[in-house]
């Protein structure tokens, strides 16, 4: 196995394409050894500490980096390329390179360009893979963008509420880089334009905040998270980035997610049946949110990280006024349940 070699990346990144920036944060990170050690390395990267990279990089790495000096040179290089900045985290996720795990981060720099950065290892110990490179605006390939879900599925909300992010398209949904939330949706209640009542310093200046949330359809759950604390606004929590979380098994090989979820407020355990429409939370800011919003999203196993994304539609709506049989939902509508 051939480790990356970190100075390539650094040389293709004058050719860098212009990343747009993305809105509301949101996702599913579920505690792994190699997400516990890309986390630590690149913290300890960016704040400079390469000695303990250093330290934690098996041999080949070492053989192609040849000193911890090369690896220092390197971050400054780096940090040169990027505006001197780790960036802001867009996105995480754990995938399979190569025959070894590896922990991918995308963030922006101050200049708005995507980035990626990876770490990899077999262990969870030892890093034998590592690089910063331009990320390309491209979706994840999906083999499901046809998919016809097997159940039925009712909007998990009460009201009516706006569409931040939907569809298959990147243009349509931030979600769409990543594989295991390739049609998620994060959904939001505005007026006028607005997704807050007040000036907002406090999640409860939120229009969607502590609205229930309800389940899709009649099924078990398979997990729930509870104790975490709602994020400030534009503050979200970078580790555990799907908050207070709900996931519920509706058979046939779908599982709902429904995340952000206000502390406290989970009604449900692990094993529990819950009919459609019963209330299993309320809607908040825990995890990576940057206000109070629901991200809902259907996938083919109950594992975030193992799962793949299904298109998600929903019966009896209306859809920007109109009524509507069954859809999925696109960017920008506006949509409630039918009477």
Request: hydrophobic content about 40%.
């Amino acid at each position: 196995m051939r480790p990356w070699k970190p100075l390539l990346a650094i040389a293709l990144v004058s050719a860098a394409p212009r990343g747009a920036g993305a809105a509301g944060g949101d996702g599913g990170m579920v505690e792994d050894p190699v997400l516990t050690l890309g986390r630590r390395m690149s913290g300890d990267f960016w704040a400079g500490r390469t000695e303990q990279v250093w330290a934690a990089m098996g041999p080949e790495m070492r053989g192609v980096l040849k000193s911890p000096e090369a690896l220092a040179t390197a971050r400054q290089q780096l940090l040169a390329l990027t505006g001197s900045t780790s960036g802001e985290t867009q996105d995480e996720q754990l995938v399979f390179v190569k025959g070894q795990r590896v922990y991918v981060r995308t963030f922006t720099s101050g200049d708005g360009r995507r980035w990626l950065e990876q770490w990899g290892s077999s262990d969870g110990h030892t890093v034998t893979a590592f690089f910063v490179r331009p990320a390309k605006l491209k979706a994840a390939p999906t083999r499901f963008d046809a998919y016809q879900a097997k159940n039925t599925y009712r909007l998990p909300l009460r009201g009516t509420w706006w569409v931040g992010w939907g569809g298959h398209t990147l243009e349509q949904n931030q979600h769409a880089l990543m594989s295991n939330q390739r049609f998620a949706y994060d959904l939001l209640i505005q007026k006028d334009g607005k997704t807050w009542r007040a000036v907002p310093r406090a999640p409860s200046d939120f229009l969607a905040w502590d609205q229930p949330i309800l389940a899709p359809a009649d099924g078990t759950v398979a997990s729930a998270t509870d104790g975490l604390a709602d994020s400030a606004p534009g503050a979200p929590d970078q580790v555990h980035k799907e908050g207070n979380v709900v996931i519920i098994d509706h058979g046939q090989g779908e599982w709902s997610m429904l995340a952000h979820l206000k502390q406290g407020s989970v009604r449900v355990k692990p094993g529990e049946h819950v009919k459609a429409g019963q209330e299993i939370g309320r809607c908040g800011s825990s995890g990576n949110a940057t206000e109070p919003h629901l991200h809902v999203q259907l996938m083919n196993a109950p594992d975030f990280w193992k799962a793949e994304g299904l298109p998600l539609p929903f019966t009896s709506l209306v859809v920007d006024g109109k009524p509507v049989g069954k859809t999925e939902l696109v960017r920008g509508q506006t949509v409630s349940s039918a009477p």
